[in-house]
């Protein structure tokens, strides 16, 4: 692993569902956030969390829950998606004011 | 909060002409401003950024500019090429933000050969 792990690359997801995207990275960076990206919105914050242990929530954080049980990894889940939710989803670390980014999920809710 | 605003959304060139992409932001205490850019399929990576002490920097071809008092910031991309087509990002951060990027909307940049 070298920088940010993001998995599924790509999932398609029946409304209603629950869904977990897994977010690792090796750098050891106490921060660490989820964003969406949406055509025309740009990149916006779900959660974030500034060490492992803690989170905090950013601009869209409904319908998402978080966890950061240790430095390396910040699931982001989906309890019951909705087609709203349909999107591009990066995690991100950073361990001073750079981000190093993930390659993304593409989830798509139908 | 901070609200950063993104223009223009799309940016057209031809080799080697020179493209501007500018972004305003509202927290006059926000003192970092990084550019990312976006190629097709991958997550966004810094390309340059500038603190709130400095009024321009550069890296090659590639420069940003910071005007404090008007709250607005710049990337000047000269002599592009074809591999400079992708979507640019600028961000703000500061105090007032936990230190947390907000983005702007994205500018997607196409150099035609």
């Known amino acids: 692993i070298a920088g940010i792990t993001q998995a599924p690359t790509s999932q398609i997801l029946a409304a209603g569902r629950r869904m977990t995207l897994r977010c690792t990275q090796d750098?050891?960076?106490?921060?660490m956030y989820w964003y969406r990206q949406d055509l025309g919105l740009g990149l916006r914050l779900i959660h974030y969390?500034?060490?492992?242990?803690?989170?905090g929530k950013g601009e869209v954080p409904d319908g998402y829950s978080v966890s950061r049980a240790n430095t390396d990894d910040f699931p982001l889940t989906l309890a019951s998606a909705v087609p709203s939710q349909t999107s591009v989803y990066f995690c991100?670390?950073?361990?001073?004011?750079?981000?190093?980014f993930g390659s993304g999920t593409r989830l798509t809710v139908v | 909060g901070e609200n950063v605003e993104q223009h223009p959304s799309t940016l057209s060139v031809q080799e080697g002409d020179s493209a501007v992409i500018k972004c305003t932001y509202s927290?006059?205490?926000?003192?970092?401003f990084p550019w990312y850019k976006q190629e097709l399929g991958k997550g966004p990576q810094l390309i340059i950024d500038?603190?709130?002490?400095?009024g321009e920097k550069k890296d090659q071809r590639i420069a940003v500019t910071l005007n404090k008092t008007a709250k607005h910031f710049s990337l000047h991309i000269t002599e592009t090429q074809p591999e400079d087509s992708a979507v640019y990002f600028c961000?703000?951060?500061?105090?007032?933000?936990?230190?947390?990027?907000?983005f702007g909307q994205g500018t997607e940049l196409s150099v035609k050969p």
């Open positions: 750098m050891r960076h106490n921060a």
């Open positions: 991100a670390s950073s361990g001073g004011q750079t981000y190093t």
């Open positions: 961000a703000a951060s500061g105090y007032n933000q936990g230190g947390k990027l907000i």
């Open positions: 927290d006059s205490a926000s003192n970092y």
């Open positions: 500038i603190r709130s002490n400095v």
């Open positions: 969390s500034n060490t492992a242990g803690t989170t």
